[in-house]
Structure formats: C-alpha cells, structure tokens
C-alpha cells in the first residue's frame, strides 16, 4: 500500500483481556515504531524495530505490553490484562532505516477503549 | 536527556494572520534531526519538515517556513497568511541519529478561525 496501515481502527475492551494492534509499514521501509498517544498529549515512544530486531524494549510501560514482528513487515503490539490506563491512540511509524533520521511516516492509528 | 518543549498549548488565530509556533529543544548530541509534524482532526500525522542540526539555513516552502537557531536550541515554524485548513495540532520532535528514538513536544492545537 501506498502508507502505513493500521487495524483496528477502533477497538473497545473490558479490563483484563487482551488485545492485538496490528501495523503494516510502507513497503520496502526496515524500520518500524510504535508509540502511544493519551488524550490531549504527545507521543510517548514504546518500541522500534530494526527488521524483525527489538534492541531497546525499555520503552514499553509495562511487562503487559509486547510487540514482534515478523518477515521484516507487519507487526503486532499486543497488551495482555489491559486495563483502563492503556485507553491511548496507538500510532505506527516505518521508515526506511534506523538510523541517520531517517524520516517516520506514520499511520492512522488505533483508538484502544479499556471500560 | 533528549526533550522537545512547546510552550504554546493553544493558538487561536483569524484567517490570514501569520502565527508562529515555538519549538524549544534540549539534546547532548552534536548530531541530530528535527521534525515538524501535523495532526489534523482526522488524527493521522503528517511529516512536514526535517532538518538536521548541521542545516541551519531558514526554509519555506509554500506559506510555511522554519527557523532554526542553534545558539538558541529554537526550532520555529511560522504558518504565513493561515487558512481555516490549518487548524489542527502541531507537534515538534527530536530524534536522535543511532536509533531514530524520536522525542516529541506536547504539541500546540492551532485554531484558525474564518
């Protein structure tokens, strides 16, 4: 596709289950981010990835949150035993490499409802 | 520490006045990149600008343009003549040039009304 995507784009949830938010980056871009937006705030940064590489979790809020990605492409950031804090827009950026900053683009966003 | 301030919460502006947005940044790196982005209602943001901490020549591009200071760590973006499709949420970030762990401001919602 021509941008980032991004599903759901909505998803409401009860506290205590679990949840997956899919990303799928531009194509051909190596590097892919995830970051958090609370309402009326910015953008808290959770985790990137270097193709299907971590290096740095240390941004994720809590050991309830993971992500992995899979082939170099679509990742998935998965929240276990979500509770009603982690209600945010959750954002995923791709861009070509890690490094130099190189430009982020962005997608639409997923709005996560924890009642 | 890396950190992006803009102190500007929220402008409200009439159609066709200039506004300027400030960007405050704080980095130990000696290179780095800064970005504009814009978040209209619809939620999705949109890259504007970078720059990199050895550029500091102005640039304008349309009715936007960017001034950069590194004497003053400033990162500013004047919107000349606004439209009402202007109005959304202006966000300025830093990133660093290992990582690309970018570092956003708080954003300043700009209103710009009819």
């Known amino acids: 596709g021509a941008g980032v995507s991004q599903s759901p784009s909505n998803k409401v949830t009860e506290k205590g289950k679990d949840v997956e938010l899919r990303c799928d980056p531009i194509s051909g871009h190596t590097a892919l981010y995830w970051y958090r937006q609370s309402l009326g705030q910015g953008l808290e940064f959770l985790i990137y990835f270097q193709g299907n590489s971590a290096p740095d979790k240390s941004g994720l809020p809590s050991d309830r949150f993971s992500a992995e990605r899979t082939g170099g492409s679509v990742s998935t950031l998965t929240i276990q035993r979500t509770q009603q804090e982690d209600s945010a827009v959750y954002l995923c950026?791709?861009?070509?490499?890690?490094?130099?900053?190189?430009?982020?683009?962005f997608g639409p966003g997923t709005r996560l409802t924890v009642l | 520490a890396q950190k992006v301030t803009q102190a500007q919460t929220e402008i409200s502006v009439v159609e066709k006045e200039d506004v300027t947005l400030d960007c405050v940044y704080e980095t130990r790196d000696t290179t780095y990149y800064l970005f504009w982005y814009k978040q209209p209602p619809s939620g999705e943001l949109v890259f504007l600008i970078r720059r990199n901490s050895f550029d500091e020549q102005n640039e304008i591009s349309g009715r936007y343009s960017w001034n950069f200071q590194k004497s003053t760590s400033s990162f500013n973006f004047t919107i000349t003549a606004s439209q009402v499709v202007d109005s959304a949420v202006y966000f300025c970030?830093?990133?660093?040039?290992?990582?690309?762990?970018?570092?956003f401001g708080a954003g300043t919602r700009l209103t710009v009304k009819p």
């Open positions: 950026a791709s861009s070509l490499v890690v490094t130099s900053g190189d430009t982020q683009y």
């Open positions: 970030a830093l990133s660093r040039t290992n990582n690309n762990d970018m570092r």
